[in-house]
């Protein structure tokens, strides 16, 4: 089976709106550009989705536009080639790679990981919290930004019950960030 991985930038003081953290730099590109390399599908909510589809689909010409940085273009071509699953009630059709999912959540997540390969990836606020209080996230990734916000959505606000989670990878990066890995702690025998 493989794992859900739930990975999203979050600023010191839990706010996780994609403005709030540090600007992306060349060391963190290359880190989520790895991190979407491992990834065989991609989960999405509406707008997580048009978000990411705005930033990050190649335009028509087929050339990336002038304001992206060259080291950005590795992100930018992996995200843009994955496969796609967009959970929404309120869209009538995706494309950009993508499906549609408007079964039930839970039996749509269990049958993605049913399928072959080394992983599925998950950002965003909303769809990640009815994931993780359905127990259906394997991994959380964090990378945790050297800013406190103040205000902005927090992370996973609103969870039902608590998950207490167990560390299995921590990296820092020139910038002050911190990329920390967990995994639901198993419960005691």
């Excluded at 989670?165 to 890995?181: K, W």
Aim: net charge negative.
């Amino acid at each position: 089976m493989r794992p859900l991985r739930y990975s999203i930038n979050v600023t010191l003081d839990g706010c996780c709106h994609h403005e709030a953290g540090l600007p992306p730099d060349e060391e963190s590109m290359r880190y989520w550009t790895a991190e979407m390399e491992r990834a065989d599908a991609l989960l999405f909510g509406r707008v997580t989705y048009e978000m990411m589809e705005a930033a990050w689909r190649r335009p028509a010409t087929g050339s990336w536009p002038d304001w992206m940085d060259e080291w950005e273009i590795p992100f930018a071509e992996a995200i843009d080639g994955a496969e796609k699953h967009v959970v929404s009630s309120t869209l009538d059709e995706v494309d950009w790679n993508a499906e549609l999912v408007r079964e039930d959540l839970a039996h749509a997540v269990r049958r993605l990981k049913q399928e072959p390969g080394e992983g599925l990836w998950v950002g965003g606020v909303t769809l990640p919290l009815a994931l993780a209080d359905l127990g259906l996230i394997d991994e959380y990734e964090f990378l945790v930004q050297p800013v406190l916000a103040g205000h902005g959505p927090t992370l996973l606000a609103g969870l039902r019950e608590r998950i207490r989670l167990e560390l299995v990878d921590r990296r820092e990066f020139r910038s002050g960030a911190v990329a920390m890995r967990f995994r639901p702690a198993r419960a005691a025998e």
